[in-house]
């Protein structure tokens, strides 16, 4: 009588189709990255840019990290017990946040109970808005949201910092 041995063969995995990217990717946020799952795959092997965090999803078919500040590649291979796939590819530009603020311009002494008084500073790249935040007791009368602003400082004003960051989605 024969010996017999049941051989299974088993395919190499087939390349991940497309990675799916978000609509947007910013600067030092999270992100997610995705690819349809394959049949005959047990792992999925992500390689991101040296200043992308992987937060977690290293080995499946879905990765997530905490994006940094430069444009880079993002791939994946698909691999079983034999051999892993050609990779999937997908370049990465995110969008950046605002540019530093300029300068504030504007008077620097100002009296209690007084208003009429405008603070601005060049316009940011890249802001879409721009937020202000004012010593206690002072309000915005005309501007808000934009990169120069009319202010009224109340009769319980008091000393502190005026500030502006320009914002974007």
Known sequence: NPAVLHVTVVNSPLQPDSIFIPMKICQLKDAEFYVHPKSNVQLYIWTVPTDVQV???????????LWGGTAGEVSVVAENSCNASH?????VVPDSGPDAAGMISGKDTICQGTSGFIYSIPVIDDASGYSWTLPQGTSITAGSGTNSITLAFSTGAISGLLTVAGEND
């Open 55 to 65: 937060l977690s999803g290293q080995g499946t078919d879905t990765l997530h990290v």
């Open 87 to 91: 990779p999937a590819i997908t370049s």
